[in-house]
């Protein structure tokens, strides 16, 4: 055990003075090692390091976006293309179909009705009224007609022949700035060929009933089909009696691409013609007050509906609506505002001015108003600034 140790001893001297003859290595740094290097040591199972990220550049707040606004387009005005389907016959009294004053496709032309010079005013029902059932004809007297005895008193009578003349002078007198728009535009649904045009009533109202919340040319479509659902003989067109639509079920109706409250409104329709509630003669006959009361009480026709049933089917020429929206934004240009910056009611409306100034402006028309109102869907189409 003694020589094992001291051999042990004499080799540890050895090595010990070998060390201290060899001139010493400068002292070597250990490695620096990571915490994550020291952990990725102790737990092997632990995720290879993410590589060494380059500098990034003083970081620099990005530039706040800023909404684009986008321009503020009012919703379309539904006039038009509504008053072209009401306008439009469908008769066996046919007449031509082909309404310049709406955008609606015309249907196949059939011959003209003459234009009869007829006694006419601003406060009567001016266009010939058909009977739905019976296509009886009611009209005011032709002049042709009267008495000899009244003729001397004749001259200056108001006629279809120069009604639409007579308002034209008279909006003119009143606001001289009309002059540019009725030179340019011709108001022909009220010129004597207009007023020549007969009108059924209830097809009139049934179509404006159909337009409601579509394109035109989806109204135009949906009332094709809905008469096609009857046979209606040679005549391929005309539109039905109010007692085939009363007998005729709902989900027939629908089929013409009518909803379930369109086609009950039109089928109620046809049952107030039927019972005498609703009649031609009544229409043709009875104050403006007397007819919006009745015709507001039908399910499906708002205020809006009977306005322009009033103007444009009954040819009534002192009819003002104060909802639409084509004529507010008309006035609006009329009077030079900008009709570019809309303005908004509590309600989230579209405006351009109040009702009120809107009742201001149109009183000084009477007794034209619905001839003036035409003329406002019109006065983007014509450069006002000459009327200044």
Known sequence: MASRRSARLVALNGSTTLLA????????????????????????????????????????????????KKDATPPATPTPSAVGLM????????????????PTTPLPKKPRSAAVSRLAGPDMT???LLSPQTSRLIASSPIDSVSPSK?????????????????CAHLIKVDSRMKPLIEKQHCRIFSPEGLAEEVD?????????????????????IKN???????????????????????????????????????????????????GDLSAQMLADAPYEEVLEKLIAVRGLGKWSVEMFACFALKRMDVFSLGDLGVQRG????????????????????????????????????PYRTIFMWYMWRVEETDISTME
């Open 126 to 128: 001016n266009a010939p």
């Open 331 to 366: 006035m609006a240009a009329f009077v030079g505002r900008d009709v570019a910056k809309l303005k908004t009611n509590k309600g989230g409306k579209w405006k351009y001015m109040t009702e009120k100034e809107m009742e201001e402006i149109a009183e000084r028309f009477r």
């Open 87 to 102: 306008a439009e016959s469908h008769s066996p009294f046919p007449n031509n179909n082909s309404n310049s004053d709406g």
């Open 21 to 68: 003859a060899a001139p010493m290595p400068p002292p070597v740094a250990p490695a620096a090692r990571s915490r994550k290097r020291k952990a990725e040591t102790t737990a092997p199972e632990a995720e290879a390091p993410a590589p060494t990220q380059p500098e990034q550049a003083t970081p620099v707040t990005p530039q706040r976006r800023r909404p684009v």
């Open 225 to 275: 089909r809905f008469i096609s659902l009857f046979d209606l003989g040679p005549e391929n067109g005309r539109f039905p009696h109010p007692s085939q639509v009363a007998a005729t079920s709902i989900e027939k109706l629908r089929t013409a691409g009518l909803s379930q409250r369109k086609a009950e409104y039109v089928q109620g329709l046809a049952e107030k013609f039927m019972s």
């Open 201 to 221: 009533p209830f097809e009139a109202l049934a179509s404006g009933i159909i337009s409601q919340q579509v394109s035109g040319a989806a109204a135009k479509s």
């Open 151 to 167: 003729i001397p008193s004749l001259p200056g009578r108001t006629t279809t022949a120069n009604i639409l003349e007579e308002a």
